[in-house]
């Protein structure tokens, strides 16, 4: 009897001495910390990329669309685990995309009004190519959502 008691006081000593060693021995416990890490990280990049979305909607509202298409970019690249804002940012780029090719074309109508030499009518139906592409690449996009 006394040595099956000595046993199970060893055996309760070693359970008591894994339970204070922490549960970190365990993978299941790790990944679960794994995925609350991620799951920190990637609430903390949806939040600043919806930060860095509104900064491009205000960009290309006020025609700054250089800025406003640098901004989306940056989100892409630092926000990596922000998926919905990265959804977002496809169709707004598809926006800033196709007032970029507004402009250009604009600028390409002006020269040839003007008759630079150096600006021909191929240069105008690739500036109209590049609005067609664009526009049905956001109908595209807006159907993919």
């Known amino acids: 009897m006394k040595y099956m008691h000595h046993s199970q006081s060893t055996l309760w000593l070693a359970l008591f001495s894994f339970m204070l060693m922490g549960c970190s021995l365990f993978p299941g416990n790790k990944e679960k910390k794994e995925k ?6 990637r609430t903390r990049m949806e939040e600043d990329a919806q930060e860095r979305l509104n900064r491009a909607r205000v960009f ?5 669309l250089h800025e406003a298409k640098a901004e ?11 998926i919905a804002a ?24 002006s020269l040839l009004y003007l008759g ?6 191929n ?10 592409f664009y526009e049905r690449k956001l ?6 959502q």
Do not use: W
Not at 60 to 64: E, I, K, N, P
Not at 116 to 121: A, F, K, L, Y
Not at 139 to 144: E, F, P, T, V
């Open 36 to 41: 609350e890490s991620y799951s920190e990280n």
């Open 60 to 64: 290309l509202a006020s025609g700054c």
């Open 72 to 82: 989306v970019e940056k989100m892409r690249t630092d926000c990596y685990l922000a």
């Open 86 to 109: 990265r959804k977002e940012g496809i169709l707004l780029m598809d926006s800033i995309d196709i007032q970029l090719a507004r402009a250009e074309l604009a600028h390409i109508d």
């Open 116 to 121: 630079v030499d150096s600006v021909n009518e």
């Open 123 to 132: 240069h105008f139906n690739e500036a109209c190519g590049k609005i067609q």
């Open 139 to 144: 109908q595209h996009d807006l159907k993919q």
